[in-house]
């Protein structure tokens, strides 16, 4: 399967047939002008978005700390006590769920179906995992 060509590649390429075509040199010097200046906007579109990606992780991790830092070693916190917890309007059930799993899969935290008092069924409840008794031998 063909690699997918992206902007940036159709712009290079137009550059190219631009700089053989047989043409008025006025004509060639704009449009291998206007070709550069979609070139740069692409590059300055690209360097933005991998600024905010870098941002929007940051703020992930950061949120991520918090939410190991709210977490019981004893008792079980279900998602709405951790929301609950944090205090803050921006964080939703979803990005502490979101959160949870990556803790959960880097074996930070443990997770365990519990019966609520007033809950029918049982809901999802998480605590920090134990850690490796470093002085045992």
Same mark, same amino acid.
Request: hydrophobic share 40%.
């Given at each position: 399967?063909?690699?997918?060509?992206?902007?940036?590649? %159709?712009?290079?390429?137009?550059?190219?047939?631009?700089?053989?075509?047989?043409?008025?040199?006025?004509?060639?010097?704009?449009?291998?002008?206007?070709?550069?200046?979609?070139?740069?906007?692409?590059?300055?579109?690209?360097?933005?978005?991998?600024?905010?990606?870098?941002?929007?992780?940051?703020?992930?991790?950061?949120?991520?700390?918090?939410?190991?830092?709210?977490?019981?070693?004893?008792? %079980?916190?279900?998602?709405?006590?951790?929301?609950?917890?944090?205090?803050?309007?921006?964080?939703?059930?979803?990005?502490?769920?979101?959160?949870?799993?990556?803790?959960?899969?880097?074996?930070?935290?443990?997770?365990?179906?519990?019966?609520?008092?007033?809950?029918?069924?049982?809901?999802?409840? %998480?605590?920090?995992?134990?850690?490796?008794?470093?002085?045992?031998?």
């Amino acid at each position: 399967m063909a690699e997918k060509k992206t902007k940036a590649m %159709y712009f290079n390429e137009l550059r190219t047939i631009v700089e053989t075509l047989d043409m008025d040199q006025e004509q060639q010097n704009e449009m291998l002008e206007f070709i550069d200046k979609e070139l740069a906007t692409l590059e300055a579109r690209k360097e933005a978005a991998a600024k905010r990606a870098a941002k929007k992780k940051q703020e992930s991790d950061e949120l991520t700390d918090k939410i190991y830092a709210v977490l019981d070693d004893d008792e %079980y916190m279900t998602v709405d006590n951790i929301v609950e917890a944090l205090d803050d309007a921006e964080v939703t059930r979803n990005k502490v769920t979101a959160r949870l799993k990556k803790l959960v899969d880097n074996g930070l935290v443990e997770k365990e179906k519990i019966k609520i008092e007033g809950i029918d069924g049982k809901r999802m409840a %998480y605590v920090k995992a134990d850690k490796p008794d470093v002085d045992a031998e």
